[in-house]
């Protein structure tokens, strides 16, 4: 297995075979970098498996990781130890062409099956990095993914201080949530606990009980289709309202109306009749008195 070492400006290549490596300041550390504790982290190197142990809390990424807990360290992830030491696992071509090959209906088929493989995949997932089920890589293939130790669940861990149904990962267009199933215990995004549903971004680490898993976006493609179910589309917006501007602004609104008579057509009516009556009373009488 490659790693890099990045240290005082230089990157070391390191290969490793499979066996239990250690790394600090010590004369007896198999990796000696001066400043370091004594026997301050041990890889074990198990094939493409890397699992690690801290003797002190370790920063895993953007993460803080507790010391003394087995972690499994996924490609592309880099540890940063005291005085700016980063240790990184650099993911290979093979690696990610590997995961652009797995598409999301392989994996629900997968999924339906029963069978969940330890694969990278290009569809999100989560990846149990910590726990009773380590190493295990979990597709998040539907709208609603439940997790737990129960039977009845997508995702089904084998953690006893886990409920039966303790979370669930909701996929909404892009995006992915976690929501607490009203839990006990609770559930922690990246240390802090989740009170409502939580937007999930690439790298987040998720704890339930004590199991320690790794949310994974994975890569788009624009011609996948990403879930199984299709969304409901979303009721039509009501039609705006068009208020006309006050003071002395043109209104758009009158613009538009036709012009309307300050009369009424009774009033009208009325108007003209009584105008023909006046007229015709002033006809009568003017040849009235012509004929005296």
Same mark, same amino acid.
């Given at each position: 297995?490659?790693?890099?070492?990045?240290?005082?400006?230089?990157?070391?290549?390191?290969?490793?075979?499979?066996?239990?490596?250690?790394?600090?300041?010590?004369?007896?550390?198999?990796?000696?970098?001066?400043?370091?504790?004594?026997?301050?982290?041990?890889?074990?190197?198990?094939?493409?498996?890397?699992?690690?142990?801290?003797?002190?809390?370790?920063?895993?990424?953007?993460?803080?990781?507790?010391?003394?807990?087995?972690?499994?360290?996924?490609? %592309?992830? &880099?540890?940063? *130890?005291?005085?700016? !030491?980063?240790?990184?696992?650099?993911?290979?071509?093979?690696? $990610?062409? $590997?995961?652009?090959?797995?598409?999301?209906? @392989?994996?629900?088929?997968?999924?339906?099956?029963?069978? *969940?493989?330890?694969?990278?995949?290009?569809?999100?997932?989560?990846?149990?990095?910590?726990?009773?089920?380590?190493?295990?890589?979990?597709? +998040?293939?539907?709208?609603?993914?439940?997790?737990?130790? %129960?039977?009845?669940?997508?995702?089904?861990?084998?953690?006893?201080?886990? &409920?039966?149904?303790?979370?669930?990962?909701?996929?909404?267009?892009?995006?992915?949530?976690?929501?607490? *199933?009203?839990?006990?215990?609770?559930?922690?995004?990246?240390?802090?606990?989740?009170?409502?549903?939580?937007?999930?971004?690439? =790298?987040?680490? !998720?704890?339930?009980?004590? &199991?320690? *898993? $790794?949310?994974?976006?994975?890569?788009?493609?624009?011609?996948?289709?990403?879930?199984?179910?299709?969304?409901?589309?979303?009721?039509?917006?009501?039609?705006?309202?068009?208020?006309?501007?006050?003071?002395?602004?043109?209104?758009?609104?009158?613009?538009?109306?036709?012009?309307?008579?300050?009369?009424?057509?009774?009033?009208?009516? +009325?108007?003209?009749?009584? =105008?023909?009556?006046?007229?015709? =009373?002033?006809?009568?009488?003017?040849? @009235?008195? @012509?004929?005296?």
């Amino acid at each position: 297995m490659h790693l890099d070492i990045h240290w005082n400006a230089e990157t070391t290549p390191v290969d490793l075979v499979d066996g239990s490596v250690t790394v600090g300041g010590g004369a007896a550390d198999d990796i000696r970098l001066e400043g370091l504790p004594v026997k301050l982290l041990t890889l074990e190197v198990d094939g493409p498996r890397l699992s690690i142990k801290s003797i002190r809390p370790l920063r895993v990424g953007n993460q803080l990781f507790p010391a003394h807990v087995p972690r499994l360290v996924m490609p %592309g992830e &880099s540890l940063t *130890l005291p005085n700016d !030491v980063v240790v990184k696992r650099p993911e290979d071509a093979a690696s $990610r062409e $590997r995961r652009k090959n797995k598409s999301t209906d @392989f994996l629900a088929r997968e999924l339906l099956s029963g069978d *969940l493989p330890e694969l990278e995949t290009r569809a999100a997932s989560l990846t149990c990095v910590a726990g009773p089920d380590e190493g295990h890589v979990y597709p +998040i293939a539907f709208l609603d993914t439940t997790l737990g130790r %129960g039977d009845e669940v997508d995702v089904r861990l084998h953690d006893r201080t886990v &409920s039966r149904q303790h979370a669930r990962v909701i996929h909404r267009g892009l995006s992915y949530f976690l929501d607490d *199933l009203g839990t006990t215990n609770g559930v922690y995004v990246n240390g802090q606990r989740v009170k409502r549903a939580r937007c999930l971004e690439s =790298g987040d680490i !998720v704890e339930l009980g004590h &199991s320690v *898993l $790794r949310f994974d976006e994975g890569e788009r493609a624009p011609e996948e289709r990403t879930v199984i179910e299709k969304l409901p589309t979303a009721p039509a917006p009501p039609p705006s309202v068009e208020v006309p501007p006050r003071g002395d602004a043109p209104s758009v609104v009158a613009e538009k109306l036709p012009p309307v008579s300050r009369f009424a057509p009774t009033d009208l009516a +009325i108007f003209v009749i009584g =105008g023909l009556l006046i007229v015709t =009373g002033l006809v009568a009488a003017a040849a @009235f008195s @012509f004929f005296e």
